[in-house]
């Protein structure tokens, strides 16, 4: 992850750096889901093997590339609409972004997240390699 | 967690004179980064836990041109990588030691821990031991009006190797005939077998030393261990012989902060 970039329409903005505080939140929480946090179950029998934090995987510091968080504002129309939601919406993007973001750099589209290495192996021998 | 006995013996002597003759009797605390979760888990409940951090003559590090490098067992592996000698004569043991993730179990975490974690394979680490086994019946738990019902659609997977047959990603896949998968977890142990280290273990026999590499095996049976120490020794200090300068390439899961997946060393 090098530079991720959210711009955020979340109507009438009341305290601006509070507001940034949870894009960015949610960017964070979508890189973590996109590359990383995965539930592993055993098959056969059912067991859940990675119920801890040391296998269920979450980014790092050195995983967070450079974001940017630009708040849509000054603009009496948006404003006018009042205050709306802001928790959740700038979480639903991320992974899509990031999929899109790796079908570019690599040809062929990843269908599932996380985006593991192994996953994006898989896609690229489906594809028959990087050259193609 | 089990309510157990805590000892601190202040010599190795009396550490040995308080350890069991048989594994998960008693256990060993050194940096307790292993072992706290092994309790937590209920993989391990010793009636006692025999504290060795007090002991003086399992700690610091020494260095000469003629005999090499003397590393105490209760070294931690911030002790390692920071020490000047070691970063310059032995420069893939302070990496194989920065290797160790997070600076938190760095600072606790010692060399001979290091050496006896137990395997963090998850199946041994969800409590189905070494070897787990599916046992008896599998089938779904519910069946939907239309589908077939849990007698129809019912497996008998008694006795299917969950490892072999399951999620593989973490296990030992090269020079591994089994009938145990796990990886390893140490970090310093390649380092220490490329560079020839001697493991000198302390039990109530006196002294004995094997080689870093003879330090590991696999276990046969679920009872067993992944060293050759017995139950009532004490891995006490580690020799590594001069040597020059070898480098170290690790190879980890993406995720920052996780334990590695294969340590690797080439000795040039």
């Not at chain 1, 601006?16 to 973590?32: L, N, R, W």
């Not at chain 2, 591994?176 to 273990?201: E, T």
């Amino acid at each position: 992850m090098n530079k991720f970039v959210a711009v955020q329409d979340c109507g009438l903005i009341i305290n601006e750096k509070t507001a940034e505080s949870q894009v960015f939140g949610a960017m964070i929480m979508g890189v973590c889901f996109s590359l990383f946090e995965e539930r592993v179950m055993d098959d056969v029998t059912g067991r859940p093997l990675n119920a801890n934090m040391e296998f269920y995987k979450l980014a790092g510091i050195g995983d967070i590339g450079d974001f940017v968080v630009h708040m849509w504002k000054d603009d009496p129309e948006q404003d006018a609409r009042g205050v709306i939601g802001l928790g959740e919406p700038p979480a639903n993007s991320p992974a899509a972004a990031i999929g899109n973001a790796i079908a570019n750099a690599i040809g062929v589209r990843v269908p599932q997240a996380p985006f593991t290495p192994a996953r994006i192996l898989e896609a690229l021998e489906k594809k028959g390699g990087l050259s193609s | 967690m089990n309510a157990f006995e805590y000892a601190a013996p202040t010599t190795k002597e009396q550490a040995v004179s308080l350890l069991g003759s048989q594994w998960g009797e008693t256990e060993i605390l050194a940096g307790g980064t292993d072992l706290l979760s092994l309790m937590k888990d209920n993989l391990t409940t010793p009636k006692r836990v025999v504290n060795i951090k007090d002991i003086k003559e399992l700690q610091g590090v020494k260095y000469s041109g003629s005999s090499g490098l003397r590393l105490g067992a209760l070294l931690t592996l911030e002790e390692l990588l920071s020490n000047a000698t070691v970063k310059k004569e032995y420069p893939a043991l302070a990496q194989a030691a920065e290797g160790v993730s997070s600076p938190q179990i760095r600072h606790v975490g010692t060399v001979g821990g290091d050496l006896c974690q137990r395997p963090r394979c998850w199946y041994f680490r969800s409590g189905l031991g070494y070897f787990p086994k599916a046992t008896g019946l599998q089938g779904p738990a519910f069946a939907f009006s239309g589908e077939k019902s849990f007698a129809e659609e019912v497996t008998n997977e008694s006795g299917k190797d969950l490892i072999v047959n399951g999620k593989n990603e973490y296990h030992a896949i090269l020079g591994n005939s089994g009938p145990a998968y796990f990886v390893h977890p140490s970090s310093l142990a390649p380092a220490l077998i490329a560079l020839d280290a001697k493991i000198r273990i302390f039990g109530s026999a006196g002294w004995r030393e094997v080689s870093a590499e003879q330090f590991f095996v696999t276990p046969k049976n679920d009872g067993d261990r992944e060293t050759v120490l017995k139950p009532n020794e004490i891995l006490g200090e580690i020799i590594v012989p001069s040597s020059q300068g070898n480098p170290e390439r690790d190879i980890r899961s993406p995720a920052k902060g996780g334990p590695g997946l294969a340590p690797s060393l080439l000795r040039l």
